[in-house]
């Protein structure tokens, strides 16, 4: 099956999909409807023998009220179920007309592994995908995943001839950041001539936590969500508005997602649709392009292509991410605090008094206080911090290559 062909089954099994939702839920209405029907129907019957026992009918009865509005929600829900029926009718003519096979998966569970093992074939292919796609956007947080990401992603769009296709994005979380961020994020995008867009939500993390009076934590991520995934939808519809196609949008979103960061992530899969920003007019696709990389091979690429890491991985720290990530156990907000020292950041302060301010401990198990005390005793007794450009490779690749490497970036 051709690139285009699986894009478009896949498209054709999701509209199969919403299409079977909607006629399930507008039985249910349409159900419920007639039984609230039944009943005022009853109530009606019992008034109106009523009414004749007492010699005459009441025509403003509440309950004929009721049993009209009844009728109402009868015919609404009725109305509902014959648009779901067309709309199935639809669906299942278009998935006739092209693809026969597709009547073999008429649950959810079917379509589910269609569109999954359709999607598996095309990460096989990143090169026709890449052909195949009106738009390749790369969400990059500068960290050494994305750059990776970036860089693979870039290398198959030229292989393909569509470099004009790909744009990077970047979430700027303001001031919870380590400084130089977004500033990386640019530099590394201008490398491969790319178009860049920072996008800025409202207030930033601090705000966020500032507003809600509470820190996120892993089981309610909002700063993820409203942070990094929420401002991506409008980014995508005026990048796909751009391209001023008379047919629906094939969207690419790459991601430097890896299966070895943790469980959750493992489970991932390398390409998957995007089903919240997909609609008639794009089908976004989620391309975790760097999923079956270990961190040593992330090093290795970096090194090998000379790639810009941020100096923040010198320090031991393992991730670009927030200066003190609501993810990040104790010892690692310890050496983030340590860091901050270092550099005569300010975050430490600013984060801790928020912490006063709204009640609400960092961590269930401790305070971010009692980090910054720790941090203080280990300065005290170790001395403050001190680091080398070029310490993360020597760490993960020896220092032949670290030398080797700041070689590279100076010439
Ligand atoms: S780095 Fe951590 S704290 Fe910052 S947005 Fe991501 S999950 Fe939230």
Known sequence: MSVENALHTIELIRCAGKAASAYRTAKHDVREAY?????TLAQLQHWTDQNRAMGGGDRASPVRCALLAADHEHHEAARKVRRAEARMRRASAALQ????????????RNRRRATTLLLDRLADHPVDLIRAADLIIIQTSA???SIVAL????AAAKAAGCLHKVRAMHCDLGAAEWPGVKELARRQAERYGIPFLVVTPDGGFLGMVDNRRRWPDAKRRLCTSKLKRDPTGPVITNWVAELGLDRQAIVVNVMGVRGAESPSRALKARLS????TTSANRLVLTWNIIHELSEQEVWQEIASNSLEYHPIYDTGLPRLSCVYCVLAGPDWLILATRVCFALELTLPDTYAALERRIGHRFKQDFTLNGIIAAARMLDAIEGPLTWRRGDALRRHLGPAAADSYLAGLTR
């Open 143 to 145: 960290g050494k995943d």
């Open 97 to 108: 007309a092209q693809r026969p096979a597709l009547n073999r998966y008429p649950s959810e």
């Open 151 to 154: 860089h693979r992603t870039v």
């Open 273 to 276: 649709l995007d089903p919240r």
């Open 35 to 39: 039984e609230e029907h039944s009943a």
